[in-house]
């Protein structure tokens, strides 16, 4: 079922957001070489700490931490650990929830560590440029979900040559970390297509992969890694359907 909330409610939730956008935005100049995932784990977890939230994912479904990192061939939830170390070269994502006054958030950034290789650096743009198709095509008016996994999928797999990841995909937020619809980054005859409508609450998150879209889970059960070892990219907002369109909430 689809919750649309109340004006009160997506205040909430957008302040919610911002506190999440500002330790995301803030990773930027603290994110360096030799630092290790652990370090940008313990930085998100005292963010929300000394703002009076909660780190949403600490504890979520058995989840041991407050962020989940993921270095080049990880596409999501990999656990920080002190012995993954940074380097240049590297892409890292840090996807992050905060619970806020009972309100949810959900985004997540790639960051680039030090100088990396062209091919890389365009895997890197390309997401974040699909998730800004995606949410442009949220925000057209009488949208159905899977145009966003349209835009998505034109833009990575059809214009770039990217797998796209389909075993995840975005998830209505807000009131809790995983919510009804599913958002696929693809279109699928088999999913749900509901048409969007003011007072939804999503989150898109383009999981992309250099090469192939096939990811395999890790015997610690969380890390989701690319099949053949090549790098992924993740970007995600938070985005409110409103009256006018698509609001990005988790924006500074
Ligand atoms: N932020 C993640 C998402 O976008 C939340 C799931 S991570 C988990 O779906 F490992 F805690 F489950
Ligand atoms: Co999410």
Not at 107 to 115: A, M, Y
Not at 117 to 136: C, F, P, Q, Y
Not at 142 to 153: C, K, S, T, Y
């Amino acid at each position: 079922m689809i919750q649309l909330k109340t004006k009160e409610q997506i205040d909430g939730i957008r302040y919610s957001c911002k506190l999440l956008a500002e330790c995301l935005y803030s990773l930027d100049d603290i994110i360096t070489e030799g630092m290790s995932t652990l370090d940008i784990d313990k930085y998100c977890y005292d963010f929300i700490k000394k703002r009076g939230g909660i780190p949403s994912l600490l504890g979520y479904c058995g989840y041991p931490n407050t962020t989940c990192v993921s270095v080049n061939d990880t596409v999501i939830h990999g656990i920080p650990s002190k012995k993954e170390i940074l380097k240049a070269g590297d892409i890292v994502s840090v996807d992050i929830c905060f619970t806020v006054n009972g309100y949810v958030s959900d985004s997540t950034r790639t960051f680039e560590i030090g100088k990396v290789s062209d091919e890389v650096h365009k895997l890197n743009v390309v997401t974040h440029e699909a998730l800004d198709l995606g949410i442009k095509a949220a925000g057209k008016k009488g949208a159905r979900v899977q145009d966003i996994g349209q835009a998505v999928f034109r833009k990575c797999a059809i214009e770039n040559g990217y797998g796209v990841v389909q075993d995840y995909t975005g998830h209505g937020v807000g009131l809790a970390v995983h919510e009804d619809p599913e958002v696929p980054n693809f279109v699928s005859k088999l999913m749900p297509n509901p048409r969007l409508k003011p007072g939804m609450v999503i989150a898109i998150e383009p999981m992309i992969n250099m090469g192939t879209y096939r990811v395999k889970t890790l015997r610690d059960g969380w890390t989701v890694k690319t099949l053949d070892g090549k790098p992924a990219c993740h970007w995600e907002h938070t985005v409110a359907i409103t009256e006018e369109g698509a609001e990005v909430l988790t924006t500074l």
